[in-house]
């Protein structure tokens, strides 16, 4: 699966973005999507992830109740919808695939995008 992630940008706090990944080259509905995220000089953490037919979908304490991740499988796209954006919130954002159950760990994910850059600020 190719992934291409887009809809980063430069938002002040309590602002809102949404992001979109496009999947190619392989039957997107095989696979549950993610969402993680990477500051400078941390590891990549898990952000959301919603399951193959978008019937469940689970998030990090720190993005709940802000964040929504959907999907439509018939436009191969998976989104995150970021709301009241903290600074915090700043990072890179990647899209990644996954065929093995509702992972939150980076290691069971079998395709990632290239990344988009989210910076909160004011």
């Known amino acids: 699966v190719q992934l291409q992630a887009s809809g980063g940008g430069l938002v002040q706090p309590g602002g809102s973005l949404k992001l979109s990944c496009v999947a190619s080259?392989?039957?997107?509905?095989?696979?549950?999507m993610g969402w993680f995220r990477q500051a400078p000089e941390k590891e990549r953490e898990f952000v959301a992830i919603?399951?193959?037919?978008?019937?469940?979908?689970y998030y990090a304490d720190s993005v709940k109740g802000r964040f929504t991740i959907s999907r439509d499988n018939a436009k191969n796209t998976v989104w995150l919808q970021m709301n009241g954006l903290k600074p915090d919130d700043t990072a890179v954002y990647y899209c990644?695939?996954?065929?093995?159950?509702?992972?939150?760990?980076?290691?069971?994910?079998?395709?990632w995008g290239q990344g988009t850059q989210v910076t909160v600020s004011s």
């Open positions: 919603i399951s193959w037919n978008a019937v469940s979908t």
């Open positions: 990644a695939a996954s065929s093995r159950g509702l992972p939150t760990t980076v290691a069971l994910y079998d395709y």
């Open positions: 080259g392989r039957t997107f509905t095989n696979y549950h």
